[in-house]
């Protein structure tokens, strides 16, 4: 009986050295597995950071008006964005992570549903990167997002796709990778280097409910672009936006007129008037012929195009009056309360 005891104690004893041992191989597999992951992700931020960028764009006084990010994709210089990074944009630049800057020369597609552009710089040699299949995208990859949060420039956040989504016909990848305003326009990658998505956007009533557009939008876009290079505000003249404090030019027939407008911006003191073309965010034009009266307020650098061409300035015109002349003076100053009226008033109240 004694004899069976020490059996049955000693295979006891070697059942639980084997599971001791198992588990701690499994507990090292795992940490081994933790840390190979670790690796694969340090390796390709080192691999893939020269090629992302920060976007900087600058409205017409040349002041920052927005920063993004972005990524090249070709080495003479494409670079994918978010269209709301540039939109609204007079000018834009880009800076890599090794400090050189770009001065974008314009865009050579958008895609406006998409939210995507496509901007050039004259660039050579540059590093790039390269798309995965996002139709191959699974739930629960390891994802990483590399960008300029808050202008943080080269941040990097890892995650997994956390789903796949659709929304009005449109499919987007959904992940826990962090991101924050800043990051828009920033690449999405797998641990392979290859970019699966462009972070666009996120859910501020969750957590980690951040937004990237697929890849293979981005290769549909870059399919279809063209060489001809716009300037980054040629779609959006008409979407300007007036803010209290602007600067703003005076153009009107004559210079008793000019005085008069000058005075009424003054004394509204919404505006600032400018001295010269070259300070003003935008230019205030009246023109007033005996009979009728036509005031417009247009961007500088289509004042300096069509300041000769009175149907070219009130196509490109951002706001528009007119009417009927009821006094020469009088009436310069009421365009002026009508324009700031018009364009400041709707936009306090919201």
Known sequence: MTSMSQIIVRACTVFAILLFLRQDSLTQNAASGKGTQQQDITGLVKQDLSSVVLVEVRNVSDKTLKIGSGFIVSSDGRIITNYHVVKGGHSAYVKLSNGAFFKVDGTIGIDEDADLAVLKVNGSNLPVLNFADSD????????????????????????????IREESGKKWIQTTAAASPGN?????????????????????????????????????LLAFAGSTIKPIDSRDARNFRFIIGQSIYIAVSNLELQRKASDQFSA????????????????????????????????????????????????????????QLHGFGSEVKRLVRQFEHEVLEPSNSN
């Open 136 to 163: 191959k995208v699974a739930v629960g990859e390891t994802v990483v997002a590399i960008g300029s949060p808050l202008g943080l420039e080269n941040s990097v956040s890892n995650g997994i796709v956390s789903g």
């Open 184 to 220: 828009s326009g920033g690449p999405l990658i797998n641990l392979s280097g290859e970019v699966v998505g462009v972070v666009t956007r996120k859910l501020a009533a969750g957590e980690n409910l951040n937004f990237a557009v697929p890849a293979n939008s981005i290769k549909g």
């Open 268 to 323: 509204d003191h919404r505006f600032k008037v400018a001295q010269g073309l070259g300070g003003a965010d935008l230019v205030f034009v009246c023109i007033l012929d005996g009979v009728d009266e036509f005031a417009m307020v247009v961007l500088p650098d289509d004042y300096s195009e069509y300041r000769t061409d009175l149907d070219g300035l009130r196509d490109h015109a951002v706001w528009q009056a007119g009417g």
